[in-house]
C-alpha cells in the first residue's frame, strides 16, 4: 500500500507551481512509477480539479511486459495495479473501450460529458455513470523520437491517461487547463520512471539481483 503524502484536498490554484515542481523533482529523484501516480492525483486533486478517479496506462519496451496500468480513486489509500505480459491478447473490454477507438481513430484526446447524451457510447461509461460521473477527459502522449504527433507508436511505448469527474456540470475550463499544463511533465516523469523499471528488471534478470 501507499500512503499519500498530502493532506486532505483543497481548492488552491497557487499549488499549480507546487505540483509542476514536485513532477519535476519526483522524475528526477525517482521512487517508481506507483508512488508518482499517487502522489500527482493527490496533488491535483489538492489544486482543486474535483477528480473522482485518474487512470493511468504505461507501455514500456520491456521483452517481457508490455505495459502497467494504475487506477486511483479519491477515498482509496492504495491504487489498483494490473500488469500485462508481452503477448498477452487484447481482452474485449479493452477492444470496446474509448482508449482503443482512440488510437484507432488517431485522437490524441477526448472528452466526454456523461451526463449528457452521446453520439458513441462505450460499455464502461455506464459503469462510470454508476459513480455519480459527469465528464471524462482523455489524453495520450507517445514516447520516442519517432512520435510527430500521431499515437502510431503508443501501442509499444507511451502513455495513456484518463481523468474523471462527479462534479454537477463536469470539469471547468480551468480544471482542463491545469491537467493540460500538468500532463507533459507527469507524462516525462512516467517515462523516466518507466525506463528506469524497466533497466532495473532486465539487469536483476541476466546478472542475478545484486550485480543489476
Known amino acids: 500500500m501507499i500512503e ?3 493532506a486532505e484536498p483543497a481548492p488552491d490554484r497557487s499549488a499549480d507551481g507546487a505540483l509542476t ?3 519535476v523533482q519526483r522524475g528526477l ?3 517508481g512509477m506507483a508512488t508518482l501516480v499517487f502522489g500527482y492525483c493527490d496533488r491535483l486533486a489538492a489544486s482543486g480539479v474535483p477528480i473522482l478517479r485518474v487512470f493511468a496506462g504505461v507501455q514500456t519496451l520491456h521483452p517481457l511486459y508490455g505495459g502497467y496500468s494504475y487506477i486511483w480513486h479519491r477515498g482509496q489509500r492504495e491504487l489498483t495495479k494490473e500488469t500485462f505480459f508481452r503477448n498477452q491478447q487484447a481482452g474485449d473490454d479493452y477492444l470496446n473501450s474509448p482508449f482503443h477507438d482512440m488510437l484507432v ?3 490524441l484526446s477526448r472528452r466526454e460529458r456523461l451526463d449528457q447524451p452521446l453520439e458513441h457510447e462505450f460499455p464502461v461509461y455506464d459503469e462510470f455513470r454508476k459513480q455519480g460521473a459527469t465528464d471524462y477527459y482523455v489524453r495520450i502522449a507517445g514516447f520516442g523520437p519517432d512520435q510527430d504527433g500521431s499515437v502510431s507508436s ?3 511505448d507511451g502513455l ?5 469527474t462527479d462534479r454537477p456540470g463536469g470539469f471547468t475550463d480551468d480544471d482542463i487547463a491545469l491537467i493540460e499544463r500538468t500532463h507533459p511533465i507527469f507524462a516525462l516523469a512516467m517515462r ?6 524497466t533497466a532495473q528488471s532486465i539487469a ?5 539481483r545484486d550485480p543489476g
Open 4 to 6: 499519500s503524502e498530502t
Open 21 to 23: 515542481d514536485w513532477l
Open 29 to 31: 529523484q525517482g521512487g
Open 105 to 107: 481513430r488517431g485522437d
Open 154 to 156: 503508443v501501442d509499444n
Open 160 to 164: 495513456i491517461v484518463s481523468w474523471l
Open 192 to 197: 523516466t520512471e518507466a525506463t528506469t523499471e
Open 204 to 208: 536483476a534478470t541476466y546478472l542475478g
